[in-house]
């Protein structure tokens, strides 16, 4: 079956501690994004990327980075320079007409 | 990207329509109205999108307005599982180049007996 998938689901962090956060999609899908939800708020855009090594800068991008080695990856690190990490984070694919495909998101919390 | 608004909450009875709006004054030409929907710790889900005509699916119906500034997703009959945050979102369909896809802060449908 086609799908995006996020692992893991739940994540505990350590103060000055970088972590990735896994997403993997087999939509054949172009673009990928990365975003934050905080509790009672909407999503906000980290990260995108278009293709292969190439990816772009969101809304609140400071503290984070990506990578996009392969189409099907687009893994994201939360670096310690990110102060409130905490939060709720979601991954989606999208083709290039149609909706977007997010996945089940992982749970960061620090510790 | 065009930005949207939408009203922070609603209500609607059980069995009931559920009429949620959405402006998007400064939509382009090109770009499509999104809705999408997010249960509680979950991933969004897709429930509709169209660009000038009305569209309905087995989940909902679209209505866009004749000027494209507003629309409104219906949900025909509410029930309790239909209790979520609503997205109403604007993209451009093209190939390659990948937008800036933001979301809102949407509208939180209650749906009560």
């Known amino acids: 079956d086609g799908g995006i998938t996020q692992s893991p689901k739940y994540l505990f962090r350590k103060e000055g501690q970088n972590v990735t956060l896994s997403c993997e999609q087999n939509?054949?899908?172009?673009?990928m994004y990365w975003y934050r939800q905080d509790p009672g708020q909407g999503l906000r855009l980290i990260y995108y990327s278009q293709i292969v090594n190439d990816f772009q800068k969101g809304d609140i991008a400071e503290g984070y980075s990506v990578s996009r080695e392969k189409k099907e990856s687009f893994p994201l690190t939360v670096t310690s320079a990110q102060k409130n990490p905490t939060a709720f984070y979601l991954c989606?694919?999208?083709?290039?007409?149609?909706?977007?495909?997010f996945g089940q998101g992982t749970r960061l919390t620090v510790v | 990207d065009a930005k949207t608004t939408q009203p922070p909450s609603m209500d609607c009875a059980e069995g009931r329509a559920a009429n949620l709006p959405c402006n998007h004054s400064t939509i382009s030409g090109n770009e499509y109205v999104y809705w999408y929907r997010q249960i509680h710790s979950q991933g969004p889900q897709y429930i509709i999108h169209g660009l000038k005509n009305n569209e309905t699916n087995e989940m909902a119906s679209l209505i866009i307005t004749e000027d494209r500034k507003s629309s409104t997703l219906i949900l025909p009959h509410a029930t309790l599982r239909d209790t979520a945050v609503y997205y109403c979102i604007v993209r451009v369909d093209h190939t390659g180049t990948a937008s800036k896809l933001t979301f809102g802060t949407g509208t939180r449908l209650q749906v009560t007996l």
């Open positions: 939509l054949n899908h172009d673009a």
């Open positions: 989606a694919s999208i083709p290039d007409r149609g909706e977007a495909f």
